[in-house]
């Protein structure tokens, strides 16, 4: 069985047909979602989503695209919202220079008070990354030595200094489409030397639809395609692939077993 470890549900992209989006990924073998929050006002509509289905689950968090609208952000807003059971991460979060570059400081503002979150919880940090790379590694490597926590870097696209950097803290590696596309050769070769045990599989859904989808509406059931080029990088079979990437998403989001 298949686990989509990031995907959107809740983005308006699903708004016609959310339900059957969820039909199509239980057809397709995927047994568990995380429905990852982008911004922490939705918080009611992510968790009354997750109370309606079994092994969906959510997260809370603040985009780094949107950083700017939370002036006042702290951690404990982050905190109070981890009492539901269905919250299992922190995040989406981190830095994102390449359309929001003016609002950099915002931006690492914003990531410090979910890595406080991420401390005191010690539920895992969901990291979004675009370049960033030297900021973001500063920041993460600052922070773990003053207190460990753990996490993931999402959708991974970037160097392989970041993804080295992550593995020696005990992060994971995400998988997204992204390594489906015909020129990511070179992120493709990162993704070979990641350790099996450390991988995720996600498709950012509506984003970043894999091969043979991609340029149309991203959806968990498209995460099999992922898995597929991914056992290939890993030379096993997609069975293999999906139940040591099920490992994985159920050992970094331990709360998730913990429901269940």
């Not at 460990?148 to 696209?157: A, R, V």
């Amino acid at each position: 069985m298949f686990t989509d470890s990031h995907c959107h549900i809740n983005a308006a992209d699903f708004d016609a047909d959310r339900e059957e989006t969820v039909d199509r990924a239980r057809n397709a073998g995927v047994q568990y979602m995380l429905d990852v929050c982008d911004d922490i006002a939705d918080m009611p509509r992510q968790t009354a989503f997750c109370a309606k289905h079994q092994n969906i689950y959510t997260t809370v968090g603040v985009h780094p695209e949107i950083a700017d609208k939370y002036p006042h952000f702290s951690a404990a807003d982050l905190v109070a919202q981890t009492a539901s059971p269905y919250v299992v991460g922190i995040g989406e979060c981190g830095l994102d220079y390449y359309y929001n570059s003016n609002i950099k400081d915002a931006q690492i503002k914003v990531l410090h008070e979910h890595i406080k979150a991420a401390q005191e919880t010690g539920l895992p940090l969901i990291i979004h990354n675009r370049d960033a790379d030297e900021d973001m590694m500063q920041i993460l490597d600052e922070a773990y030595r003053r207190q460990k926590f753990n996490g993931e870097l999402h959708c991974f696209s970037s160097s392989a200094a970041l993804a080295d950097f992550a593995l020696g803290i005990g992060f994971y590696v995400s998988a997204s489409g992204i390594i489906t596309f015909k020129k990511s050769e070179e992120l493709r070769e990162i993704f070979r030397r990641v350790p099996i045990e450390r991988l995720l599989i996600e498709t950012d859904a509506p984003f970043l639809a894999p091969t043979p989808y991609r340029g149309k509406r991203n959806e968990p059931a498209y995460v099999v395609h992922t898995a597929a080029v991914l056992a290939e990088l890993k030379e096993v079979d997609a069975v293999q692939l999906a139940a040591q990437t099920t490992v994985n998403f159920l050992k970094l989001f331990n709360k998730v077993q913990k429901h269940d």
